[in-house]
């Protein structure tokens, strides 16, 4: 496959920092452009910040649909290891899918995940539609996409204005995986959920909060952004709310 070009904006952010750092992994059809405030202000607070761009993204939904689940996650593990290289503590967030990675790392990776910062995440959906996938993504490649979906005007996540079927069927291939394996999670958790959210239903807030094994699991509920909200009017309280957590866990 043929290097694309990355969108501007799009590209990974990464600063050093102290003896503790901070995974983030954005969201499917996403780039780190999501993830970038809200590593910068963390790295402004003293972490090592990595927010690396997941293949296919960032740059064209065609070239999304030539890759799965497994070159993402490939990504997100790599950046771990570096980030495990540098730091005594590593703690995962994630956006959406982005946060279903975190999960997974979680899962496999226990003793290298400190914590999880999960907002709007992705592990299942109430769209009957999804259930078509199997067939639809060999006869149809693409779908209206489902990105920027902020409150506040102006934000973008640079995302793509279509949804790669064949990508989005690896995805539900992700989710399984992780949802069979949330036992396994023991990770203080924070999660984050909106309200109203145009993209990810509460049903996956629902199913990680009831099935994982973490002693310290806090659910904030967010009033005032949609899916996106990382780039929304409450990003603060998640930048924020995301340094007294990782201080506490980490004790630093």
Known sequence: MLDMAVKPGAEPYESTGGDVGVLLCHGFTGSPASMRT???????????????????HG???????????????????????????QCSSVVVGGLSMGACLALRLAEER??????????????????????LLPVLHRIVPSRPGIGNDIRRSGGDEIGYDRTP??????????????????????APLLLFRSAVDHVVDPSSARIILATISSRQATETLLNDSFHVATLDNDAPQIFDESVAFIRRITHE
């Open 38 to 56: 809200w590593g910068q202000h963390l790295s402004e607070s003293g972490f090592a910040v990595s927010a690396p761009r997941l293949p296919g």
């Open 59 to 85: 740059t064209t939904w065609q070239e999304m649909n030539g890759t799965t689940w497994h070159d993402w996650y490939a990504t997100v593990d790599d950046a771990l290891t570096k980030l495990t290289k």
């Open 110 to 131: 226990p003793h290298d995940v400190a914590g999880l910062l999960l907002v709007n995440p992705a592990v299942a959906s109430e769209n009957k539609q999804l259930l």
């Open 165 to 186: 079927l064949r990508a989005l069927n690896s995805m539900t291939q992700l989710w399984k995986l992780t949802r069979a394996d949330l036992p396994k999670v023991t």
